[in-house]
Every structure is written in C-alpha cells, then in structure tokens.
C-alpha cells in the first residue's frame, strides 16, 4: 500500500543523535539538503510530503473502485478473543462469504437461567436453535415474560433458514409465539414428536398459522436445514424426546448438547446415546457447546427410577389422602406417580391446566404413560374417600394462581387441604423462587397436613448434568473447540476452565449478542485460526405483561413501576389563574408587587399520593408550600409546560427533603376558566391530632393543642407566593393513615386542634376550622404569616439592615450565611421572610435602582418617584465608599 518503513539518525541543531522512526522511503530523500539543519524542519517537511502522497491516493480511491480485502480475523489461538492484554473493540458483525466459516451468534441463554436462543450459522446463512423465555426477577413488577430481541430477529430474517427446537420446556420453546411472526413466514421449524404437539398447541392458542411449516423427525434421522445437514441424538432428560443436535456442513461440524443428562435407568427406557458420540468423536467436531447449568454441582445426577421408588414408599405407607405437586413437564414422573397409585389402590386426580396439556401432548404422541381418560375428574373426588385418592397438582413454584398455592390460602374451589392430609413436594425451587414457595410451605402446615421436601427424601432430581457426566461427554467428544452455554455467566466460566482441565485447548466464553467465529484446525497439533470475534449486537430483552402488551423495558415502563413501587406517586393538578387584577392587593406599594415584576402566579391546587408515608397529612402541607413557591417563582407568560417543569421539580425536591424519598410526580396544569373564581379561602379538615415529632424534626406539637410550623429550618415554612388557595389530599385504605384535607386562606386565625379522644371515635368524625396557611400558629404570630406582598414598612427594614452587612459582604462571606443573617434580623424586627425572600427581593431592588439611576442621567422624569429611591441611594452609597477605601478587596455582587 504505501512506501516502506524505515529508520534513519538526524541530526538536529543541538548535536545530538535522534532516530527518525517510521518515515516513508519517499521522504528520506531530502534529508540531505537539511545537513545539520533542524530537526522539526525536517518533521515538517515530511508532513508536507506525507499529504501530497495522501491526496494523491485519495484521488485515485476516487476514480478506480477499491479492491475488498478478504477478511484478516481479529486474533488467533487459545481464548485470544477476549483474554488479550489490550481489550479490542467489537467491531460491527461480519457478513459475507469471507472470514470464519462457522459462526455463533447466542441471542438469549449465556448469562443466564432461560431464555435459551442461538444462530448458528456457515458464513450468511443461518439456523436458529431454540427459541425460549425467561421468567422475570423480583424488579420487573408486571412482567409474566421475559423474551429475546425480536425486533432483532425479525432485521435477520432473511438470513434465518431453519428453526430446530431440541426439547419443549418453557426456556426452548416460550417464545415461540413471538419469534415465529418475527421470521419469514415460509421458514420450517424442526423438532421431535412429543416437542412438536406442544409447539403446536402454543401457536394455536395464540392464533398462529403454522400449517406446512411444522416438520416432525426422529432421532438419528438426518434432515437438511439451511446450509446443514442435522442429526439429532438422544440424550436425557426431565421431559420426554430430548435431543441434542449434530450440525454438518462442508467446513466442519458442531455439536450442540441442548439440556441433558446421563441416566443410567431412564423410566422411560430410552437410554443416553453414547453410541452416537462415539461415532461423532472419530468423525471429528469442529465445535462443542455444552449445558452449564449444573457445573458446579459434584458428582453426578440421580436416576428417575430412584425419584420412581422413594414416591412409592411414601404413597404406599400414607394413612390418608396424599397431594403430590411437581413440574408439569416431567410426564415420566407422572408414570411414576400412576404405578404408586395403582399399587396402593388409589384413584388419580390431576388439578391444573398444565398437567393434562403436557399428559395429551404425550398421549398424541404415544408416549403418555397412561390414558388421561383414566383420570377421575376434580368435581368427582367428592365420590370417594380420603384414603382412596391420589392427587397431583401445580403450584411447585407458589405461582399465583396455581391449584396449590390458592388452596394455602383456603381459595382454591378444587382443593381444600386438612391435617391428615400428606404433601410430597416432589420439585425444587427454582432460583428467585424461594421466599414465596417457603411462605407457601408455612400457610400449609398452618392448615395441618405433613409436609415431606427436602434432597434428603430422594422426591427430585435435576434434569442438568452434573460435573462428573459433563467430564465424561468432554472426554468423549473431544472437540477442537468448546463454547460453554446455557448458564450465569459464572457457571460458564467454570464450564470454560472443566473444557481445559480435560484437554481442550480452544475454549472461551461469551455474552448475549456476541458473534462468535471458528475455523477448524488444519490438523490435530497445528493450530490454523480458532476463535473469532466477529462483533456485538446490542439486543433487547423484551417483555410481556400475560396479555396483548410486549415491548421493551421501556415500552411497558419496567424501570417506572419499580419507581413508584419503592419512591411512591405524587399526582398534582394545578388550575392557574393568570389575572393580576385578582391578586390581593396593596394600595400603598402596588408598583414594587412581584406582578410588576412579571412573576407570582396564583393557582388552585389538588395534590394525590400513592405508595407513600404522608406523616398524619403533614407531607401533603409540605409539598403544598413547595407548589406556592414554585407558582410564585412563575413568570405570568409562563407556558403550562414550563409551570408543570417547575411544580415537577419543586415536588421532587420537599419530598426528599423530608421523606429522603425520590417519588414519580405528574403536574397537570390547566388555565383556570374565565368564570371560575379566584382562590380566597377554603376549608381544613382534620380527622387525627398531629402525633409526636418524627425523626426529621419537620413538626413538633405544643402543649395547647395546636400544631406548630416546621422549626429545624425557616426554608421549609411557608413560601411567600401571593394568596394561593390549595387543597391537598390523599386518599388512603383502611391500613393507611387518616384522610387528611388542608386548604388555606388568607386571613388568619388559630385553630383549634381537637383532643384525641374526640378524633378517635370514630374515622369519619372531622373537625372543620378556618386556618392560616401553616394551621399551627399562634394568634400573636398570626399578623406576620398572612402577608404575602412586601409592605413598604419592612421592604425598608430590608434596605437598611442589608446596607449595614455590606461590610460582611465585602469581607467575603458567604451568601447563603449571608441572607440567612438578614432573615434573622427581619425576624427580630418582627417581620417574617425567608432568606430566598429576602434575596430576591434585594435583587429586584438592585435591579429597579439600576433602571431609575439610568433614566435620571438620561433626564427621563417618571410621573410617580419611586418609594425605595432615597433608601437604595444611602444603600449603594454605603458600597460604593466600601469599595473605594479597600480597593483591594475583590468585588461582590449586589445580591
């Protein structure tokens, strides 16, 4: 491409050696002229060239299409793809018919339990493996299911050949309903007999046309399926007619496990295929990807035939009526259960949908271990005895509304549980389960009957290999390449570490969404390119509510529900009354109002909480006092969405103040009608006393009976925001606390608060009072509380006590220090303002001085002096002579 790389020593002025490295050959040329010239003359100059030749070749690219390259590969060797030193940078995905050949592309199922979905793919042209869901965690409030990216499914579409299914657990097949529309409506989907009953079933219930599409094969019976030719292999598991699958093609082959385990004595009599491996292992496997699941547990799994007889000992020796619940999908285990049945003599009861979907799926199949009709029908156990019944039912995980968690509860209509009643848990707690199966547990041994659970008992056993039987398959294979799957993505990386420990050089780990290329090796010591990194989707998890709603997190508002759930809900709706005509005035300073100003809206206020600790209805006043200062700090030209910004914000900020809590908030603002009246004053409704301070120290009652303003902080009292009539409530249950309205009005007078045993006779007794807007104060307090409009009389206490601070100011100190000092001094004077108060009204004050100043130097005459003149010229002056003799001192602002 470009000229070669050479070194060369220059000279440079300073008469030391320095190593030229990288420069083009083109360039070395003229090095000579410089002689002993400078060094970063000589740069520049090979800049100069570098350019021009840049130009050059750009023009070129221009006019002569650029060849393509065929593809380099990333990195090469043992787990290179992500243990490098220096972390490279997923580039996008590698399409075409250059690169790796087999490529591997998990969409759901590494680095987690479920959701199991793969493409596996020979350059451009894809399968999909599975397509599963993943039940949600405790976070995702609202979510039933969990599902892949099938917005992503749907952009390869035309890519994706083939869809195979190895088994028809939930975490294979779930998502079924969702990712088939996603996929090109003539691609065929592959599985066994007994899988492909419930595939059906499913797309029937959700009225998916699948006719043509649905393509039954047996084990070891070859299919050809996009650019491979498959072969499934039995293996074993908890459901009938698992296969793991062998995927051929012209540049290798992979072998995927799907879920398995050994069982040596399967009760169906359908062995693991170790025949089949072994063959596969003299073929050679280019790729092995292996069920994690279980990787960390020793030893080796249990044989169902061992779960067959510890469930008839149990059911033979039981005296009276025995409940079995398990997993609906383990018809062997059913099998089990109807032989201890028949040998104890006892009728068969099943109770649950899921049960008799999974038995008449095997039955359509031939392979049900029993006829369903043999079953006797729920609504007739009242027909036999106790003694005489055998009954399995749903409800192992405590589901919500499964048979046995509503009979824990006393609400199942099909099953009442009584204490000579014996419970076999025959399952085990699915991770994210456990505190409601334990909480299930506890309900029904409250009831009476025994409960027989535990590893102990033998009523389980796992359908995942455990590390001795995934040993024995590494070992077997022996693959060039191993791809630990289906797992967290601890269990993988333990997966990855077993695949070295029994000799497998090439092996390594990735994530949902991470392609993954492979080369097969040259031969069996030579290494060629192994493992790829072929780039990186983002995908999606996406969710569905048990309905019509799916979407991703953010279309069912996932992160939302978990916000009001743990911050709680603020509902705010706002009537805004823009008039300033209406406002209370005042004859002696209406210039210097706030609406001279341009701010101060007046509005009618409903606040509504959910889902939060109200303080007896003190929270509720609180966030009222922040709305006043929020509408107070409104400009009158306000838009509604700017108003309900600031409400929003102002909510926020009073309830973490004084709940440390960070609720959802919705203003809703609306202009007030023109006949609607302006808010004067309305009603306080109390329904209980105020109960002792709490921890924040926000309000403390008085021996009189009144309540008292909050005393920690004069910021939290009430915000001076013109006369804003509110009403504040928050419906609450009878577990919550008392219904509590509060309204304000402008004049004031104390309120009386009644005795304890007045308000607690009854909830629906109120006492009805006219109240100043704090409903707490004194009558002596009462004067100062019901101004909202600065009287000229303390806008001057103002003026004079700020211009006897500008000294502090000059010093440095600190604003907030500052105006809280002012404030104090206000206080004194018997005049109460808030430090934010008196701030912004000096500012204003600053800011009407700067304006009458420039207009008498202009010699424009206003028809009315202004009231403040005279005070703010001794204020400024004060400053400005403070300035003069410390010019030193680094100037302050105004305010």
């Known amino acids: 491409m470009g000229a070669p790389l050479r070194s060369a020593f220059l000279g440079c002025s300073c008469g030391s050696p320095v190593m030229a490295h990288a420069l083009p050959a083109s360039n070395l040329a003229f090095l000579g002229k410089f002689g002993g010239g400078s060094f970063h003359e000589i740069i520049l100059e090979s800049r100069r060239e570098r350019n021009g030749f840049n130009k050059i070749r750009a023009s070129a690219t221009r006019q002569a299409p650029r060849e393509s390259r065929r593809y380099r590969g990333i990195a090469e060797g043992a787990n290179r793809s992500r243990d490098d030193a220096v972390q490279r940078k997923m580039k996008a995905f590698h399409e075409g018919a250059e690169g790796p050949p087999l490529r591997v592309l998990p969409i759901g199922g590494l680095g987690e339990i479920g959701m199991n979905c793969m493409l596996v793919g020979n ?27 099938t917005a992503f499914i749907r952009r390869w579409a035309h890519k994706i050949e083939a869809l195979v299914i190895t088994h ?87 072998f995927h496990t799907g879920d398995w385990k050994i069982d040596e004595s399967p009760v169906d009599g359908n062995i693991f295929d170790r025949v089949a491996l072994e063959q596969l292992a003299k073929e050679g496997v280019t790729l092995m990807m292996s069920d994690s699941t279980n990787v960390l547990s020793p030893g080796r799994t249990t044989s169902e035939a061992d779960v067959a007889k510890a469930l008839m000992q149990r059911i033979y020796s039981a005296k009276g009526r025995v409940i079995t619940t398990q997993f609906a999908s383990n018809v062997h285990r059913l099998g089990s259960v109807k032989e201890a049945a028949e040998a104890s003599g006892r009728k068969l009861v099943f ?45 192992s995980q405590a589901e919500p509304r499964a048979a046995l968690n509503l ?35 506890n309900r029904i041994a409250e009831l009476g009957p025994t409960i027989i659970q535990g590893r102990g008992e033998n009523l389980h056993t796992s359908g995942h290999a455990y590390r001795g039987e995934l040993e024995e398959v590494l070992r077997l294979v022996k693959p060039q390449h191993f791809l630990p799957v289906h797992g967290e993505f601890a269990f993988l990386k333990e997966h990855e570490l077993l695949g070295k420990a029994n000799g497998i050089r090439h092996t390594t780990v990735i994530k949902n969404g991470e392609m993954l290329g492979v080369s097969p090796l040259r031969n069996g010591r030579v290494l060629s390119s192994g493992f ?49 005509t209406v406002a209370p005035a005042d004859a002696e300073n209406d210039q210097d109002s706030y609406d001279q100003e341009g701010m101060g809206l007046r509005g009618r206020v409903r606040i509504t909480t959910r889902c939060m600790w109200i303080d007896g209805g003190r929270l509720l006043d609180y966030l009222r006092q922040a709305v006043d200062g929020a509408l107070a700090s409104c400009y009158l030209d306000s838009t509604l969405p700017q108003i309900e910004r600031k409400i929003g914000t102002a ?133 100062s509380r019901r101004i909202r409009k600065w009287r000229i009389v303390e806008t001057l206490e103002l003026i004079k006590v700020r211009s006897g601070m500008e000294a502090e100011v000059q010093s440095g100190q600190s604003k907030k220090a500052l105006w809280k000092n002012v404030s104090l001094a206000l206080t004194d004077a018997g005049f109460d303002r ?61 305010n």
């Open 123 to 149: 350059y451009d042209r894809y399968i999909m493996i599975d397509a599963g869901l993943m039940f949600p965690d405790f976070d995702e409030l609202g979510v039933q299911k969990v599902l892949p990216d």
């Open 651 to 783: 909510i926020k900020k009073a309830a973490q103040k004084y709940i440390n809590r960070r609720p959802e908030v919705i203003v809703i603002a609306s202009e007030a009608s023109p006949n609607s009246a302006p808010p004067s004053k309305v009603t306080t409704k109390v329904v209980a006393p105020p109960p002792a301070p709490h921890r924040f120290g926000k309000f403390v009652p008085q021996n009189n009976g009144t309540v008292k303003s909050p005393t920690k902080r004069k910021d939290s009292e009430e915000v001076e925001a013109r006369s804003t009539a509110v009403t504040v409530s928050s419906p609450v249950d009878d577990q919550t606390e008392e219904e509590v309205q509060t309204t304000v009005v402008s004049d004031v007078t104390p309120l009386e608060v009644p005795s304890v045993s007045e308000t607690t006779e009854s909830k629906s007794s109120t006492t009805e009072t006219t109240a100043a807007t704090d409903a707490a104060t004194s009558a002596s307090e009462a004067p």
């Open 407 to 441: 009979a824990s509860f006393g609400t199942s209509r099909s099953l009442k549980l009584n204490k000579d009643d014996l419970v076999l848990y025959s399952a085990k707690m699915i991770p994210g389960n456990e505190t409601r199966v334990v909480r299930m547990m």
């Open 834 to 894: 808030t430090p934010e108060q008196c701030c912004s009204m000096w500012s204003s004050l600053v800011k009407k001085y700067e304006i009458v100043s420039e207009d008498t130097k202009s010699g424009v005459v206003s028809e009315k002096p202004w009231t403040y003149l005279d005070a703010m010229e001794k204020a400024m002056a004060i400053r400005r002579e403070l300035i003069r003799t410390n010019p030193d001192t680094p100037q302050v602002a105004a």
């Open 532 to 580: 790829s990194a072929l780039g990186r989707e983002n995908l999606k998890l996406m969710y569905n509510d048990g309905d019509r709603a799916f979407g991703t997190a953010a279309d069912l508002c996932v992160q939302e529900r978990m916000q009001v759930a743990l911050e709680g809900l603020v509902v705010a709706s706002v009537e805004i009354f823009r008039d300033p």
């Open 168 to 254: 028809g657990h939930e975490d294979h097949i779930g998502a079924l309903p969702w990712v088939v529309p996603a996929l090109d409506p003539k691609t065929p989907i592959y599985s066994t007999g007994f899988t492909m009953q419930l595939i059906k079933a499913r797309l029937k219930e959700h009225n998916i046309p699948f006719e043509g599409r649905c393509k039954t094969v047996s084990m070891r019976g070859r299919f050809q399926a996009g650019p491979f030719e498959v072969e499934p292999i039995r293996v074993t598991h908890s459901i009938p007619d698992c296969c793991g699958l062998v995927l051929r093609c012209q540049d290798g082959t992979i």
């Open 351 to 395: 109770i649950g949908v899921s049960l008799k979907t999974y038995l008449d799926a095997a039955w359509k199949d031939g392979q049900a271990p029993f006829d369903p009709s043999l079953l006797v029908k729920a609504e007739d156990m009242g027909a036999y005895s106790p003694r005489d019944l055998l009954i399995v039912t749903t409800g």
